[in-house]
T-cell receptor
Framework: DPKIIQKPKYLVAVTGSEKILICEQYLGHNAMYWYRQSAKKPLEFMFSYSYQKLMDNQTASSRFQPQSSKKNHLDLQITALKPDDSATYFC???????????FGSGTRLLVI | GEQVEQRPPHLSVREGDSAFIICTYT??????FYWYKQEPGAGLQLLMSVFSNVDRKEEQGLTVLLNKKDKRLSLNLTAAHPGDSAVYFC???????????FGKGTSLTVIP
């Protein structure tokens, strides 16, 4: 069974719309992260949360907002979608200070 | 910030041959080093992690070399087989959690 669940696996959105990418982890980790993988760039770190609090944000745009309703959830809300937002978004989790960093299988977002 | 360069971007080897991938990084404070494998449509599978006090690590046909002086990390797959065909990423981190910095990946094809 997957330990990190990302939903949906594929997502097509219209320019200007808003979408929420879901991430749930069942590893008992207290830190969660979002990364973006686009065609022309390496995997890029976006956010880190620890105990449901934002620790680091390296995404310039405020259109990307993580939401943590439960300690094992870190969703990613993206507003005013643009074609350049098309990418695969990976969620990850770990214990803080742990070597058990684990990635989900990603959500592939296509903005048309 | 940290800059990670990975080469080659594409690599084709025959079954039974070795495949060699190299990454360089810039931040001397980087202490954690990782190699991941990504198969089509899948997430990132951790192959091996090393801490900065390790120069060489071998596991199941994989050899990771770390040269901290030259800030270079390499992965050697010995006796490659078609199931090794995938994209391989190096990643580095200062803390072992929070944000990882990734190379752009190497697409490996193993020809039967």
């Amino acid at each position: 069974d997957p330990k990190i669940i990302q939903k949906p696996k594929y997502l097509v959105a219209v320019t200007g719309s808003e979408k929420i990418l879901i991430c749930e982890q069942y590893l008992g980790h207290n830190a969660m992260y979002w990364y973006r993988q686009s065609a022309k760039k390496p995997l890029e770190f976006m956010f880190s949360y620890s105990y449901q609090k934002l620790m680091d944000n390296q995404t310039a745009s405020s259109r990307f907002q993580p939401q943590s309703s439960k300690k094992n959830h870190l969703d990613l809300q993206i507003t005013a979608l643009k074609p350049d937002d098309s990418a695969t978004y990976f969620c990850a989790s770990s214990h803080t200070g742990g070597s058990d960093y684990t990635f989900g299988s990603g959500t592939r977002l296509l903005v048309i | 910030g940290e800059q990670v360069e990975q080469r080659p971007p594409h690599l084709s080897v025959r079954e039974g041959d070795s495949a060699f991938i190299i990454c360089t990084y810039t931040d001397s404070a980087t202490a954690y080093f990782y190699w991941y494998k990504q198969e089509p449509g899948a997430g990132l599978q951790l192959l091996m992690s090393v801490f900065s006090n390790v120069d060489r690590k071998e596991e199941q046909g994989l050899t990771v070399l770390l040269n901290k002086k030259d800030k270079r990390l390499s992965l050697n797959l010995t006796a490659a087989h078609p199931g090794d065909s995938a994209v391989y990423f190096c990643a580095v981190s200062e803390t072992g959690y929070q944000n990882f910095y990734f190379g752009k990946g190497t697409s490996l094809t193993v020809i039967p």
